[in-house]
C-alpha cells in the first residue's frame, strides 16, 4: 500500500519485521528493548515506557545520543515501539541535522492502524499533549502484526477503541468482522481507511481528518481532567464516543438507533461508556473549549450521524452537552 503526501509517497509494508542493513539508528522502549533483545542491539536508543519520554527533556537527550552514534543526515531511525516512540522519533528524524529519514515500526495496536499512518509526530508540553510537532511523513512504514502477541491486554483494548472508531466513522462492516477475521485483516482495513482520509486532508484544514476525532473531544478532556494516568487513551475515548453519540442524537443529527449500537459495541469489547469524572460537567466543559478543533470558544464536535457519516460540527451547543454528561 502507498500512501501519498504533499512531498512525495511513502510504502506501508506488511511483513515480518527483521533490522534492516546499513546505517541506522534504533529508538525504542524498555518494554520493547526487555521483550525483544535481539532488535535492541547496535545503536539502539532505549526510553522510558510511556507517555513522560515525548518531553522536550527526552527529545534533546535522544538527539545527544544520535550525536554519539555519530547520526549523519544519511542515518534512517527506526522508531520500534508504540505512538509515543513513533511521535518521539518522527520529530526527531523531522529536526535532527534538519532532518533525516525515518522508519516507523508500530508496535502497538493504536500505533498499527492509527499513529504510524499520516505524518503526524510531536511532543508534549506541560501544558498539553502534542503541543509541539511537525507533520513529518515517515520514509516506510513496517507492520508486523506479531508484535501484537505481547501487547499487554489493557493496551490491545485501548487499540480496539480506534479500530470500533473506523468502524463507526466510516466502514460499518468492521464492526462485526472484529469478531470473526484474522486481526491483521482488520488492522489492513484499518490502514486503508486511514491512508484515505489523510490523503484528502494532509494538513488537517479540510475537516475531513477531523473526523477520526469522534469521541475524543469528550475523551481528551476526560484524560486532561485525569491527569492522563487513570484511563488509557482508548478507554477515554470509548467514553467519550458514547457521551457524542448521545450528543448527536439530541441533536437531532442522528437516530436514537445509532447510539444504540455505539454502546452496545463498546460494551460488548469490554470497553467502558461510563466515568465518575462526567459528574464534573462544568470542568469538563471548559476543557473542551481548550480542544484544538474549537473556535471562540465554541465547542467543535466529530459527531456520526449515521454508521460511515461523521461530521465536524463547530459550535455543538454548551446546553445539550451538560445534559449528555449529566446522563452519561
Ligand atoms: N501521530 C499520530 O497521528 C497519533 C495518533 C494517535 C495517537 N498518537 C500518540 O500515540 C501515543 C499513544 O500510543 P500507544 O498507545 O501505542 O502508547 P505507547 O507507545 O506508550 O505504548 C503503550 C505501552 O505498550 C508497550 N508496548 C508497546 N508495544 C509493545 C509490544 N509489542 N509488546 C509489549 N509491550 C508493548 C509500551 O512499552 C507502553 O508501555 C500518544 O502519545 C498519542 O498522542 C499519535
Ligand atoms: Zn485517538
Not at 527533556?57 to 545520543?65: D, G, R
Not at 529536526?95 to 529519514?101: A, D, F, K, L, S
Not at 469489547?269 to 473549549?289: C, F, N, R, S, T
Not at 451538560?322 to 452519561?328: D, T
Request: glycine letters at 8%; hydrophobic letters at 40%.
Amino acid at each position: 500500500m502507498i500512501v501519498k503526501h504533499s512531498r512525495g509517497q511513502y510504502p506501508i509494508q506488511f511483513r515480518s519485521f527483521e533490522l534492516p542493513q546499513g546505517d541506522i539508528v534504533i529508538l525504542t522502549d524498555e518494554n520493547l528493548a526487555r521483550e525483544y533483545p535481539h532488535l535492541a542491539t547496535k545503536n539502539c536508543i532505549v526510553v522510558e515506557a510511556g507517555e513522560s519520554s515525548k518531553l522536550v527533556e527526552t527529545y534533546i537527550w535522544v538527539c545527544e545520543q544520535m550525536v554519539l552514534y555519530r547520526a549523519s543526515r544519511k542515518t534512517k531511525l527506526v522508531a520500534l515501539g508504540g505512538g509515543v516512540i513513533g511521535d518521539l522519533g518522527g520529530f526527531v528524524a523531522a529536526t535532527y541535522m534538519r532532518g533525516i529519514p525515518f522508519i516507523q515500526v508500530p508496535t502497538t495496536l493504536l500505533a498499527q492502524v492509527d499513529s504510524s499512518v499520516g505524518g503526524k509526530v510531536g511532543l508534549d508540553l506541560a501544558a498539553g499533549k502534542n503541543l509541539i510537532g511537525a507533520f513529518n511523513p515517515p520514509s516506510e512504514v513496517i507492520i508486523d502484526t506479531e508484535f501484537l502477541k505481547t501487547l499487554p491486554e489493557r493496551e490491545r483494548q485501548c487499540g480496539l477503541a480506534e479500530v470500533l472508531k473506523y468502524g463507526f466513522i466510516l466502514d460499518p462492516t468492521i464492526l462485526k468482522d472484529v469478531h470473526v477475521v484474522p486481526i491483521e485483516t482488520i488492522v489492513r482495513r484499518c490502514i486503508e481507511l486511514k491512508k484515505q482520509v489523510v490523503e484528502a486532508d494532509e494538513f488537517e484544514t479540510l475537516g475531513i481528518r477531523a473526523s477520526l476525532n469522534f469521541g475524543h473531544t469528550v475523551g481528551h478532556a476526560i484524560e486532561q481532567f485525569t491527569g492522563y494516568k487513570k484511563y488509557t487513551h482508548g478507554e477515554a475515548i470509548s467514553v467519550g464516543m458514547a457521551v457524542e453519540a448521545k450528543i448527536a442524537a439530541q441533536m437531532g443529527l442522528s437516530q436514537p438507533e445509532v447510539t444504540d449500537t455505539v454502546i452496545s459495541n463498546l460494551e460488548e469489547h469490554g470497553l467502558p461508556i461510563h466515568a465518575p469524572e462526567l459528574e464534573k460537567v462544568e470542568e469538563l466543559i471548559e476543557l473542551m473549549k481548550r480542544d484544538k478543533k474549537a473556535e471562540n470558544g465554541k465547542i467543535a464536535m466529530s459527531l456520526v450521524c449515521s454508521f460511515g457519516d461523521c461530521r465536524l460540527v463547530t459550535d455543538v451547543p454548551t446546553e445539550v452537552i451538560r445534559r449528555a454528561l449529566v446522563s452519561g
